[in-house]
């Protein structure tokens, strides 16, 4: 990708200038050519609202660096976990797999599949409180086991543990922040449906980009 460079600036009131960006396109064996322009992270609102490209071929813009959100993320396959830190909302998330666990009233640990999450209000003087009970199917039986009693919970589908360990790793991505590399934002052009033949002359093949910026930014 070649970066664009400076060819003019035209000085206006306040401080503000017309920059101007300008090369010969010379397309690739795809017919195609792509170009990256740096402007300062301060002011990109005012050069993204005010750029405009001319040139050859078909154009296409892409301001700033995009980050696909988490949603698009689980969209490509991804199970669709809660993110409230809650380990009852992650169980009920996960109906339909496979468990073993220790619970407190049995000696020998407990293996079934998890079939619902149930809730029972309990009066407790003025106030009622919530208590939460996962549904297993225990063999042929459909038992009922006290959330709060539940220990070392082990997922027996291999497919769900790899589900539940690449979430958390593209979670972690979206909850850290990526390292700023410096101060400029990114503007990418792509020019495509380029004619390769070497009889158009170079004033066919020019690409323009102008913008308004505050001079100071780049001082």
């Not at 402007?39 to 071929?57: A, E």
Request: a neutral charge.
């Amino acid at each position: 990708m070649e970066d664009l460079a400076l060819t003019n600036i035209t000085l206006y009131k306040r401080d503000m200038g017309f920059f101007q960006h300008k090369t010969i396109v010379k397309p690739g064996r795809d017919g195609e050519a792509q170009f990256r322009l740096r402007v300062p992270k301060t002011h990109q609102k005012t050069v993204f609202s005010t750029v405009r490209v001319r040139g050859p071929g078909s154009i296409s813009t892409t301001f700033g660096r995009k980050r696909q959100d988490l949603a698009k993320k689980q969209q490509r396959g991804q199970y669709n976990f809660s993110l409230d830190g809650s380990f009852a909302k992650f169980l009920s998330d996960s109906k339909g797999y496979h468990y073993r666990f220790s619970y407190d009233d049995r000696a020998d640990p407990v293996e079934g599949c998890l079939v619902m999450m149930e809730r029972e209000m309990i009066p407790e003087g003025d106030k009622l409180r919530e208590e939460q009970y996962l549904v297993f199917l225990t063999g042929t039986v459909l038992e009922r086991f006290h959330l709060k009693k539940m220990r070392r919970l082990e997922i027996l589908d291999e497919v769900m543990a790899q589900k539940l360990a690449s979430f958390l790793a593209l979670r972690s991505q979206d909850i850290v922040p990526e390292p700023e590399e410096d101060d400029t934002a990114d503007i990418i052009i792509k020019v495509s449906n380029l004619d390769g033949s070497e009889t158009i002359p170079d004033s066919a093949r020019e690409l323009e980009v102008s913008y308004i910026c505050p001079l100071n930014s780049w001082v």
